[in-house]
């Protein structure tokens, strides 16, 4: 049975002007979402993962980004060439976003209820306010959020961490989206309410049958939520590949090195934790070549002086990497 890809990413690049000059926070960036599935993309802070993320949405701050090039297509259609009229009735009905901070992405003066009606206002506004309203309720419980009648009246400082996310998952699927990209959706929560977070979003999405791009820093998160994975570093994509293969046999020595960082019951206890040496090149004085060579143990010289391409290394697996076997 041939997957449908509901969102196909080709060519990426992304350039931010800055006081210190052009920088490409994203560049020849490739992926596809699978109609059904979670996509999750790893990386560290300033990767580009958000970057990407906010693209879709076309919520790049302007002027000072561009998309120099590149394609989003949302069901055979290009996001990026369409006019902002069109790109309403998209962004919130047909692709939505939870955003980083949701104490930052609420607006403070404005209580939950009035926030979450005017999603409907905006997309539904032939309803009568009341079924807004009734419909509003309904989407609060949805998101398990108990006496939602009471939630409604309160203001986002008045709710916890965990119910303000809760809250903005339930405007994010008000509209019953086709995708939903969720950015680092657990930061700042402590552990309990991340997994309740977590699982909340992935039981709604198999209830809904809707696509999710899962956004994060955490390998562990991604290999209990998604099928797919994206591994980006410093711009670009260093990795991709089903997460059950990925997991079992990365290839690129970044994705490598990740693996090998994370704690470890099996591991002997005080034992030194291995880490990747080294810093992110930073995106105004990018190497030559590979973006990883400065800090690769398996660095040779073509690595340095050639950008390594995306090359198949198995089924449904690439990876930008001279050295990689296949």
Known sequence: MVEQIILDVRDLIIEFHTELGVVRAVEQVDFQLKKGKILGIAGESGCGKSVTALSIMRLLPKPVSRIVQGKALFNGQNIFNLPVKDMHHIRGKKISMIFQEPMTALNPVHSIGKQMIE?????FSELPFGEMTTAAVKMLEKVSISDPDKVMKKYPH?????????????????????????????????????????????????????????????????????????????????????????????????????????????????TRLPTIKGNVPSLLDMPEGCRFASRCPLVEDICRKTVPLERNVGRNHTAACHLVDT
């Open 158 to 270: 008045q709710l916890s961490g965990g119910m303000r996310q809760r809250v903005m998952i339930a405007m994010s699927l008000a509209c019953e989206p086709d995708i939903l990209i969720a950015d680092e959706p657990t930061t700042a929560l402590d552990v309990t309410v991340q997994a309740q977070i977590l699982d909340l979003i992935k039981s709604l999405q198999r209830e809904s049958e809707m696509s999710v791009i899962l956004i994060t820093h955490d390998l562990g998160v991604i290999a209990e939520n998604c099928d797919d994975i994206v591994v980006m570093y410093a711009g670009r994509i260093a990795e991709k590949a089903e997460v059950a293969t990925l997991f079992k046999h990365p290839k690129h020595p970044y994705t490598k090195g990740l693996l090998t960082s994370i704690p470890s019951l099996a591991k002997e206890s005080k």
């Open 119 to 123: 999603i409907y206002k905006l997309h």
